[in-house]
Structures are given as structure tokens and as C-alpha cells.
């Protein structure tokens, strides 16, 4: 099985413009996530999703936004990109939200540089 | 005070070493407790988890926990320079259900 897949690997993006991050995983795994990942500052929760029709923020989830329509896909859109932005976009996913043992799965991640 | 602190590193130990790499978090009502490995350009991959007080052995890692002391650690054994990774800790806390807080990792770099 192939997990958890990201689209694109990477991408350049123009201040301003916007974007969806793609995410699909096919663990039919209840709760999805979105971090970002920046030199020296750790992985940090954008937005999450413990089950299908629900999302949450997380710790930086000012100029993002989520949907989750469906168990498998959860995409990360930035409605205008600024350069703070860029960085290494994870996508995560784990069996259940609320259980002791919350094992995440991630996914390849996506490099998005915004300029 | 950040929820996840690990000691910045980097680390550096031969080839046969024990590396020693520790964590503290900052909430007493955390539950659970990871180790993700990451090697650079790729995403993590979980190696260990710990919820009780005491030790958790699998092969040639040891986590142990100390919930009095809000610590834990990792030690690995017999390193290889396979072991060369980033090595983030993440923590569940029960206020906050399926949520993990990660530690800002620690760069471990084995020598031959």
C-alpha cells in the first residue's frame, strides 16, 4: 500500500498566489494532519482533523485552511501565499484521535518556497 | 517555557557507542511519549513509544520514562552510522486527545 502520498514533491510559488497542498491516505485512518517543518524550529501543528467533517487548529494555523470531506483526503490550502510560508509541509495520519497509543504516520512532505 | 525541549546537539559518538539522547516536557497530564527517527530529506518514522514509568527495550533502543522528573530519553546501543539521523520526541497530552507536541530534535551523527 502506498500510505500516505503528497502532491506536489515541490514547488516555487509567487507571494500572493494561492495553493493546495494535496494529501491522500489510504489506511482508511480516522485522523489527519498538517505540519510544517522549519529549520530549527521543529514540527509545528497547522491543522488537524480527528474524524471526516471535522477539522481543528493547531499551534500555526493563521493564512491556511483544510476541508475534509472524505476519510482519505485532507488538503492543506494557502489562499495567498507570503514568504513565511515557505518551508516543509508534512502531512500525517493516525488510526484514531482519542486513543492512548496515537501512532502518525507521515507522509513524504511537500518543499513549498514562496518568493 | 516550550511544551517538548530535547538537548540541541548536535551529537556526536563513535561507531559501538551508547548515544544517550534526552527530552522534557512541560505538562504533567501527558500520557503517551515518542521517538521519531528522521534522516534528512525524508519525513519521520516513529521507532519508539513509552507510556509507563520505567523502561521499554526493542532491540537496540531503550526509551525510558520518568513522569515524576517529566523526562525521557532514548539510548541506543552499539551505534551504527546508520543511527545518523534527527531524532524528534513528541508528546500526547490528555487535555489535548490525538494532538503530539514535538521537541525541536536533536542531530545525532555516528562515526566510523
Known amino acids: 500500500t502506498a500510505g500516505i502520498t503528497q502532491a506536489p514533491t515541490s514547488q516555487i510559488l509567487a507571494a500572493g498566489r494561492s495553493m493546495t497542498l494535496r494529501c491522500t491516505q489510504d489506511?482508511?485512518?480516522?485522523?489527519m494532519y498538517w505540519y510544517r517543518q522549519d529549520l530549527g524550529l521543529g514540527l509545528r501543528l497547522i491543522h488537524y482533523?480527528?474524524?471526516?467533517?471535522?477539522?481543528g487548529k493547531g499551534e500555526v494555523p493563521d493564512g491556511y485552511s483544510v476541508s475534509r470531506a472524505n476519510t482519505d483526503d485532507f488538503p492543506l490550502t494557502l489562499a495567498s501565499a507570503v514568504p513565511s510560508q515557505t518551508s516543509v509541509y508534512f502531512c500525517a495520519s493516525s488510526d484514531s484521535f482519542s486513543v492512548g497509543y496515537n501512532e502518525q504516520f507521515f507522509g513524504p512532505g511537500t518543499r513549498l518556497t514562496v518568493l | 517555557q516550550k511544551e517538548v525541549e530535547q538537548n540541541s546537539g548536535p551529537l556526536s559518538v563513535p561507531e559501538g557507542a551508547i548515544a544517550s539522547l534526552n527530552c522534557t516536557y512541560s505538562d504533567r497530564g501527558s500520557q503517551s511519549f515518542f521517538w521519531y527517527r528522521q534522516y534528512s530529506g525524508k519525513s519521520p518514522e516513529l521507532i519508539m513509544f513509552i507510556y509507563s514509568n520505567g523502561d521499554k527495550e526493542d532491540g537496540r533502543f531503550t526509551a525510558q520514562l520518568n513522569k515524576a522528573s517529566q523526562y525521557v530519553s532514548l539510548l541506543i546501543r552499539d551505534s551504527q552510522p546508520s543511527d545518523s539521523a534527527t531524532y524528534l520526541c513528541a508528546v500526547r497530552r490528555g487535555s489535548t486527545l490525538g494532538r503530539l507536541y514535538f521537541g525541536r530534535g536533536t542531530q545525532l551523527t555516528v562515526w566510523p
Open positions: 489506511m482508511r485512518h480516522n485522523a
Open positions: 482533523s480527528n474524524t471526516a467533517g471535522t477539522t
